[in-house]
């Protein structure tokens, strides 16, 4: 769907996206992750044409971009760093005016655009919003109109920067469920975000960016791939320790790090010699601790040489 | 696309209050000469206005030689340096790109939504300029014969084309307002920015041209041959300074809009 071969944009003297490999597949939910600041508008930008690379190739549905512009993003729809209307009309009056802008204005009768029009303002939960100015939006449903304009043309793929922001709780959820539906349907999504649990909930394939480069590009499964060790929690700490013995790896108060790899059998095991268990659970890796020994210090930090 | 710019502009409330503005001057000098009887000499003060007490149907042109130097442009470099930036600045800009509209013709199509506001606000000076004049200011005949610059008379029927002429020649002056405005409105994220440095250039202009010093410049600023179209009411009509004024404005329209297709087509859009 997108591939990018050592895509690079230098701002001046400062390289804002360093030799970047881009690969995402059809059907993924490709999760974009990285600081403020590490480069993932500036790459999302250059996905979609507005701002020209440094170096390096972007092909987007196997289409070289931004030389088939036209083409390549007739199919597709975007959020891009925050959502844009016209503040003095209405987020009806709004899609309208974008739908029928651009080089392939949507076929079918006006009754058609309006139904449209309506049905993506149901989808992200602006149905009822009725002819009050965008202006008066708050940000959230200024998003959830943003959401709304990519999805208008039922594309094949999302580009979506931070979709979230400016959601209450509840709206991410809703969106999530709503990105979900899209992909059950046979959307690829590619979603940019700097937060972590978003990109956890949500996305197959993960891809993560520092200062400019991508560190990490991996399916998020194995990511979270076991550790090998267990995790329990216990009452009877002294008594556990003296039976592990070499077995344990870390006391942190009452949980226990214990090499091996079934967490049945070592339960069994401990509840045999009288020690009670009260929580079991074979370790994970985690996205959080995996990011954060790929990447530096947050790039909004800025230290005296 | 052309078609959409047009109704986003005309939607704008903005724009309405910007040409009713611009009606309002030519208006309100009919109505105080109306009141007063008191017209600048002729020679004085803002062309034909000497003229129009005993004829309201040259109103049509005075109110175009008021609004002329100050309002219409500050009008004209007002929409045109919010064409861009403006779209910009409201984060609209790379929507429309990724609808996608290609960088061309969007440009295109502001500059015929610009052109088309020029148009229409000078053909609507024009017009409220005549009905005022015909109902406020000397009301003969339409018919009537009218004194020329020259003091021989024109007839209506000379009048007629002569002013269809002259509502031309403004709005060709303003394109080159327009074509700057526009171009710097593709520089930055400010429409008023781009406004206001379309408006400098003009402003700066007028002040060379006051200026015996700048007299070698004076032919090639843009403001020089404004006003020129009041030699279209002389008799005979003395051409020389009118098609000069066509010409430079020519070329401003071309070099400016040349310098906004090369900057928008290639610029980074990062706003």
């Known amino acids: 769907m997108i591939r990018t071969h050592e895509l690079t944009k230098r701002f001046?003297?400062?390289t804002a996206v360093d030799s970047v490999d881009l690969d995402v597949r059809d059907g993924d939910i490709y999760g974009f992750l990285g600081a403020n600041g590490s480069g993932k508008t500036t790459t999302v930008r250059m996905l979609l044409g507005l701002v020209l690379a440094t170096s390096g190739r972007i092909e987007v549905f196997g289409r070289p971009m931004p030389k088939a512009s036209g083409e390549v993003l007739a199919r597709l729809g975007a959020l891009v760093e925050g959502p844009g209307a016209y503040g003095h009309l209405s987020g009806r009056a709004n899609l309208l005016l974008h739908d029928a802008s651009g080089n392939r204005p949507a076929r079918g009768s006006r009754s058609d655009r309006d139904r449209r029009v309506a049905e993506v303002l149901d989808e992200v939960g602006l149905g009822g919003v009725g002819r009050r100015p965008v202006k008066a939006y708050s940000l959230g449903m200024r998003q959830r109109l943003g959401l709304a304009a990519a999805l208008l043309r039922t594309p094949e793929l999302l580009i979506l920067d931070e979709p979230t922001n400016g959601l209450d709780p509840q709206g991410i959820g809703e969106i999530r469920q709503l990105l979900l539906k899209l992909h059950a349907a046979g959307t690829t999504i590619f979603l940019s975000s700097h937060l972590l649990a978003e990109v956890e909930q949500l996305c197959t394939r993960v891809g993560v960016l520092d200062r400019g480069r991508l560190v990490l590009q991996r399916p998020l499964a194995e990511l979270q791939a076991p550790t090998g060790r267990i995790l329990v929690r216990t009452p009877d700490v002294p008594a556990a320790t003296g039976l592990l013995g070499d077995r344990l790896v870390e006391v942190r108060d009452d949980l226990l790090v214990v090499a091996g790899g079934d967490p049945a059998e070592l339960?069994?095991?401990l509840v045999e010699r009288g020690v009670r268990v009260s929580g079991l659970a074979a370790e994970r890796h985690s996205l959080e601790a995996t990011v954060l020994a790929m990447t530096g210090p947050s790039s909004d930090r800025v230290d005296r040489p | 696309m052309i078609g959409i710019e047009i109704r986003k502009l005309f939607r704008r409330p903005r724009t309405w209050l910007t040409l009713l503005l611009l009606d309002a001057l030519p208006t309100l000098v009919?109505?105080?000469?109306?009141?007063?009887?008191?017209?600048?000499?002729p020679g004085q003060g803002p062309a034909f206005l000497s003229a129009v007490l005993s004829n309201g149907s040259l109103f049509a042109v005075?109110?175009?030689?008021?609004?002329?130097?100050?309002?219409?442009?500050?009008a004209v470099a007002v929409v045109a340096g919010d064409s861009v930036a403006g779209e910009a600045a409201a984060g609209t800009l790379r929507y429309l790109l990724v609808r996608p509209v290609g960088r061309t013709r969007l440009l295109v199509a502001k500059l015929a939504a610009v052109f088309t506001f020029v148009g229409t606000s000078v053909v609507l000076v024009a017009g409220t300029g005549l009905v005022v004049g015909r109902l406020l200011l000397g009301n003969q005949p339409l018919s009537a014969a009218v004194t020329s610059v020259s003091g021989?008379?024109?007839?209506?029927g000379q009048i007629a084309w002569r002013t269809a002429i002259s509502i031309g020649y403004v709005a060709f002056s303003m394109l080159g307002?327009?074509?700057?405005a526009?171009?710097?409105s593709t520089v930055g994220d400010s429409g008023l920015a781009a406004s206001l440095g379309a408006l400098a250039v003009l402003i700066g202009s007028s002040v060379l041209l006051t200026l015996d010093a700048a007299h070698a410049l004076q032919p090639y600023l843009p403001t020089r041959y404004?006003?020129?179209f009041i030699d279209l009411y002389r008799d005979p009509i003395l051409w020389r300074n009118v098609i000069r004024g066509v010409a430079l404005q020519a070329v401003y329209v071309a070099v400016f809009l040349g310098a906004a297709w090369a900057n928008f087509a290639t610029k980074d859009v990062t706003s």
């Open chain 1, 12 to 14: 001046g003297s400062l």
């Open chain 2, 30 to 41: 009919a109505i105080l000469l109306a009141i007063t009887h008191l017209g600048p000499r």
């Open chain 2, 177 to 180: 307002v327009a074509a700057i």
């Open chain 2, 226 to 228: 404004w006003l020129s």
């Open chain 2, 62 to 74: 005075a109110a175009l030689a008021i609004v002329l130097p100050l309002f219409l442009p500050i």
């Open chain 2, 182 to 184: 526009l171009f710097l």
């Open chain 2, 152 to 156: 021989s008379n024109l007839t209506a």
């Open chain 1, 267 to 269: 339960n069994g095991w």
